[in-house]
């Protein structure tokens, strides 16, 4: 990778990397305007970083306006490097009401935004064990916040990608735990930390009361294990309830527990650097406090008293408002993502917090690398990866969305975090853009499967012409003109992947077992082919029916005629002389169906012969009651009626050429 200024771009965090790119486009862009009106560039939509666009809030404004006015007439101290008190008693009082547990001032710590806020945290619990397991691991669901992968974090995933919707559950954790554990008896990477983002970025999950408890639950059988909580968008909860916190749900592990709270989103104060870190164990604080002291003495005091009064004002109302402004959005990304088919594989995923969504962009994978992004990736080929995914998308396409892999996801999985902050006109337009180039790029791929399917075909020729002849019909009915639409040729191709490893497992078979094994493979994925040649034989069954029955009621050419031989399906289901039609042949099916499972079939003849013949026997046997006289009589008289039936029956089978109709077979 290489910086817009065409270094190395070395261990630049890649998000910064990417908005270093973005800002250079766009000035590029801008230059071109200027020098070339008439040239239309796109410009760029950047939906790749936590940008807030909701203007910032009014009681941060109101309080800079007031404090900037009062402050003009002297100079500004020194403050206390832990904050200072007012602002750390007004914001004490507000955490306690929100945590609903005692947050005493001396737990709060100013800080130079939430990034210096988890910079501190990562810095004191590295001293914290640095003699007896400086190897220690950081047990965190991954994905992750890039940020914690920084200062040379030991980080353990939770693969929560595992689970449905992608969420964090309490087993999953103990899952984790446990192999950290397994893993230390090795290289002593003791686990040390347990890091929870929620509401979680990049995947914008919540946890929840219930899911909590559980997790308190295994982390109380954990008492040297330190928890961070990192609760930036604790006020974007999607549903407009509060958040409740690992903190509120657990109090008793308030002395393990060390939370993150940031202004930068709820508050849309990103530039401001308004943060607090909060510890309850006095000398995790005094260490805390330590690093902030030599990081950057102390956090500005205009902030640290706007970012307390703001939060002693901030309502449910305040929180119904954010989520006004972001769901919406959140939405109708959501909304694009499904329609263009690019949503998550797991259908169970739903963004509950934060203004982040994920989506699945794996099908620009193997497409051709455009020249324009040697710049900045110094690779020529084609696309491999999510990163190589964002740099064509910003090069050709002018947007900017992030790639998972960025957040520790692999590389090679296309999975990309939309920020849903953008105007509804940027967002269409991103939409838009996004679905244009996925629709060029699964054209390729139909294409690609396609050639590879008909180069196959000439081989499959010679080894089984039934099949060949099948897989050719299933081709033509996959390969609808009409449907052209990005989710459809989606859809097309992924049967076209089925058919084609079909066909490559049948030729790739040399013995006799093998060729039945792959037939077995190809018949599983032609099950949609059969069922929908099936439903073809019925409607032409159903066609003959009618022809026969306009015969009947109209047989000399006639307007009537011919207006009755083009109806459709639906006009014929209208007409009411072959419902009633419909209706004798159905009875007719049903009761001979009904008849033939009680008598197997024709063999109503043989059972029909014997019970003549029983009744002919006790006949014979001549005991003159009226009783036997009446048995031989009826079971005769059964024996004669059933020959008769099954003579008849058997005549109508053979009549009639066309299946049983049903209402059902009509309406397909
Ligand atoms: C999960 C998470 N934690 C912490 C931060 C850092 O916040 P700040 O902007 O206050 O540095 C961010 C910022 O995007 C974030 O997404």
């Not at 449905?164 to 735990?177: D, K, M, V």
Request: charged share 20%; glycine share 6%.
């Amino acid at each position: 990778m290489r910086t817009p200024q065409g270094q190395p771009a070395g261990k630049i965090d890649r998000i910064m990397l990417l908005a270093m790119w973005t800002k250079f486009l766009r000035n590029k862009r801008d230059d071109n305007l200027t020098t070339n009106p008439v040239e239309v560039i796109p410009e760029i939509i950047s939906a790749g970083m936590g940008k807030p666009v909701l203007p910032l809030n009014k009681y941060t404004s109101m309080f800079m306006k007031d404090y900037w006015d009062k402050a003009s007439s002297s100079a500004i101290d020194y403050g206390d490097p832990q904050g200072d008190t007012e602002p750390r008693v007004i914001m004490a009082r507000a955490m306690s009401s929100w945590y609903e547990t005692d947050v005493d001032p001396n737990n709060i710590l100013f800080t130079v935004g939430g990034a210096g806020a988890l910079q501190g945290i990562f810095a004191t619990l590295k001293t914290l064990h640095e003699e007896t397991t400086p190897n220690f691991r950081i047990i965190t669901p991954f994905p992750y916040y890039t940020l914690y992968g920084d200062y040379d974090n030991h980080l353990y995933p939770i693969d929560v990608m595992k689970n449905t919707g992608y969420r964090l559950t309490a087993e999953s954790l103990q899952l984790s735990i446990n192999q950290a554990y397994d893993l230390a008896i090795e290289d002593h990477g003791y686990p040390k930390v347990i890091l929870l983002c929620d509401p979680n970025n990049p995947l914008s999950t919540v946890l929840g009361k219930k899911e909590l408890e559980k997790i308190a639950d295994i982390l109380r059988k954990y008492p040297d294990i330190h928890i961070i909580l990192d609760e930036a968008y604790a006020e974007m909860c999607l549903d407009g309830n509060k958040h409740i916190s690992l903190l509120t749900a657990a109090p008793d592990l308030k002395d393990r527990i060390i939370i993150m709270r940031s202004a930068t989103k709820a508050l849309s104060a990103a530039g401001e650097r308004m943060a607090i870190t909060i510890a309850f164990n006095e000398q995790i604080m005094a260490m805390l406090l330590q690093k902030n002291i030599s990081n950057y003495g102390h956090a500005p005091r205009s902030l640290q008293m706007a970012y307390a009064t703001t939060m002693s004002k901030f309502t449910l109302e305040e929180q119904k408002n954010i989520v006004n402004f972001y769901r919406p959005k959140l939405e109708y990304v959501k909304r694009r993502l499904i329609e263009m088919g690019a949503n998550m594989p797991d259908p169970h995923y739903n963004p509950e917090g934060t203004f982040y969504i994920l989506g699945d962009f794996s099908d620009l994978l193997g497409e051709p690398l455009p020249e324009s992004t040697f710049c900045a990736l110094n690779k020529k080929g084609q696309i491999t990866t999510d990163e190589d995914i964002t740099y064509s998308l910003l090069f050709e396409d002018s947007v900017m969305i992030a790639p998972l892999s960025y957040f520790g996801m692999p590389k090679n999985k296309g999975y990309m975090r939309i920020t849903c902050s953008g105007t509804d006109k940027e967002l269409e337009k991103l939409m838009t853009r996004l679905e244009k180039r996925l629709t060029i790029a699964r054209n390729n791929i139909k294409d690609a499967y396609l050639n590879e399917i008909h180069e196959k075909l000439t081989i499959l020729i010679n080894i089984n012409k039934n099949l060949h002849h099948d897989i050719l019909d299933e081709i033509n009915d996959i390969i609808d003109p009409n449907k052209t639409s990005s989710i459809d040729i989606k859809k097309q191709n992924e049967k076209l992947g089925h058919a084609l490893s079909a066909v490559e497992l049948f030729i790739n078979q040399s013995t006799t077992a093998g060729q039945e094994k792959a037939a077995t493979v190809i018949q599983a994925n032609f099950r949609g082919h059969l069922a929908r040649k099936e439903t073809k034989l019925k409607i032409n069954a159903q066609n003959a029916e009618w022809y026969q029955f306009v015969d009947q009621i109209a047989p000399n050419p006639s307007k009537i005629r011919s207006d009755l031989i083009n109806f459709s399906l639906t006009e014929r289901l209208e007409f009411t002389p072959w419902k009633k039609h419909i209706s004798n042949l159905n009875n007719q099916s049903i009761s001979a169906h009904f008849f033939m499972q009680v008598l197997l079939n024709n063999e109503m003849k043989i059972v029909g012969s014997l019970l003549l013949l029983a009744g002919l026997a006790i006949l014979s046997l001549s005991i003159s009651t009226t009783a036997t006289l009446a048995l031989s009589g009826i079971t005769a008289g059964v024996g004669i009626g059933l020959v008769g039936f099954g003579i008849f029956y058997k005549k109508e089978r053979h009549e009639s050429s066309i299946a049983p109709i049903h209402e059902h077979a009509l309406t397909t």
